[in-house]
């Protein structure tokens, strides 16, 4: 790295600065030198490579590489196999990247480049680990492949654990990892419908049923609407929202959906359509 001073040549000032001059990552212990280079991403690493041939072996250190892989895609089926024995995590991290960039055009064809390339089986538990363990996915896309793929939604969801959760905060977390739909239709009464399931089975001690989760679930996504909408002049009250409720969920007391009802008030909408 240059050399960057600053003096200040009144010695009375106050605010006189003086920076100490750069170290070279050349005069450093090796190990220190990956160790700095350890703060940078992926295309400020390729930079560094640039500057003369030192720093591009330090910026070629493998385990450099691995680091910006598991940061970035937390579960690739490659990181269990022989793939990374025998080509370095710089070459899987540029593998992987192609396979956002051609899953942002076409997510069928994304996921396909990474199955042809080694680094991803071709299963739904595989993928649903991969997609659930990652935020590179572009996220339109990723709706439109959940969309046709509900082998690989079930193993998604399969993954979430809603343990003890307040049934909206459940459902906001369901839609932080699945894109939610913009328009009502089949695809969000499936996604409603694994959901449920999943929050049921892992609220067993609530004693709730899977079809008054699903009816809450899509009560909240409606209140969620009306509430954060500005086109909605007349915002329903509390106690419509009980009110409308109250049959429909027979076993649930009022001050539980008072509760949901002031949760989407104060935390907001449930389902977001952008990360």
Partial sequence: MGQ????????????????ESLPDLANLPPELAVQVLSHLDATDLCLAACVNELWSDLANVDQLWKGLCHNRWGDVSSYQTAF????????????????MLTFAANPHEGIAYLVSKGVLTNSPRCV???????????????????????DVLEALVSLQDYSGMFLPDALRE???????????????????????????????QAGLLKDTVYVICYSLILLSVDLTSPHVKNKMSKREFIRNLRRATPGLSDDLLGHMYDNIYISGHVATEYR
């Fill in 84 to 99: 990374s024995l025998c080509r370095s995590y710089k070459t899987l991290y540029m593998i992987l990247d192609n396979g």
């Fill in 4 to 19: 960057t001073s600053c003096n200040n040549h009144r010695s009375d000032n106050p605010t006189s600065c003086k920076f």
């Fill in 128 to 150: 649903s680990m991969f997609i659930n363990n990652t935020d590179a996915l572009d996220w339109h896309s990723l709706g439109l492949f959940l969309r046709d793929r509900i």
């Fill in 174 to 204: 369901f839609f932080s990892h699945i894109p939610a739909p913009r328009e009502r239709g089949q695809f969000l009464e499936t996604l409603l419908d694994r959901f449920s399931k999943r929050y049921v089975e892992t609220n067993s």
